[in-house]
């Protein structure tokens, strides 16, 4: 199992150039997520999935969109990169364990994609 | 609205030493659950430990344990018989019922020899 993985590691943009960075999962997880994490502060969640074919915005969404076509694969595109998106960006999916009150989803990140817009 | 507070920006601790790290949350949902991450400066996250609302004992993992205090809101990790290793930044994260994931902003672990 390669887990969770992140295509490319590190990117260099241009204002206004657009970009998509791709999230594999390996693990038949139902729900992946797409976060940043600026310096100094935690994760913040930009758009996440439960499911093949649906999609949800989370805190931060503007300025990006995402795409679940296939359930191992989460996109997230940057339509016009703005040097506020300069940015490490993390994907994640996760499973559901257990039913009703009991509920334990961890959630699995990958190694991160750091990406640099100028 | 729902929010996690990490108070310790950063600590030190002696090597064999146990160290509390803070955090406080706020939800009105009765279903959710906390978690801990930790960052070493690699940059990968890595779950360290689970605690659900509903758990009337405090999670453990070797030697992570969880102060799960559901009254006051709080659910601070322990991390006993610390090692160099453990050095990283560290992030409590609350888990709600619409599978969204809330971060810390995170508290840095400098562990001296």
């Known amino acids: 199992n390669a887990g969770v993985t992140q295509t490319p590691k590190f990117r260099v943009l241009k204002t206004g150039q657009s970009m998509t960075l791709l999230c594999a999962q390996d693990?038949?997880?139902?729900?992946m997520y797409w976060y940043r994490q600026d310096p100094g502060m935690g994760l913040r969640l930009i758009h996440y999935?439960?499911?093949?074919?649906?999609?949800a915005k989370g805190e931060v969404p503007d300025g990006y969109n995402v795409s679940r076509l296939k359930k191992q694969n989460f996109l997230l595109g940057l339509e016009s990169a703005a040097p506020s998106q300069t940015s490490v960006y993390f994907c994640?999916?996760?499973?559901?364990?257990?039913?009703?009150?009991?509920?334990?989803?961890?959630?699995?990140f990958g190694p991160g994609t750091r990406l640099l817009v100028l | 609205a729902q929010k996690i507070t990490q108070t310790q920006p950063g600590m030190f601790v002696q090597e064999k030493e146990a160290v509390t790290l803070d955090c406080t949350y706020d939800t009105s949902d009765q279903s959710y659950g906390l978690f801990w991450y930790k960052q070493p400066s690699s940059g990968e996250m890595i779950f360290l430990i689970y605690q659900g609302s509903y758990d009337e004992q405090n999670a453990t993992e070797g030697r992570y344990s969880l102060n799960f205090q559901k009254a006051r809101k709080s659910a601070n990790l322990v991390i006993s018989a610390s090692q160099l290793g453990d050095s990283a930044m560290y992030f409590c994260a609350l888990i709600l019922s619409s599978y969204k994931l809330i971060f810390g902003s995170g508290t840095r672990l400098l562990v001296r020899p």
């Open positions: 693990m038949n997880h139902e729900y």
């Open positions: 999935s439960v499911g093949e074919g649906t999609t």
């Open positions: 994640a999916s996760s499973y559901l364990a257990g039913t009703g009150r009991y509920l334990q989803e961890t959630q699995y």
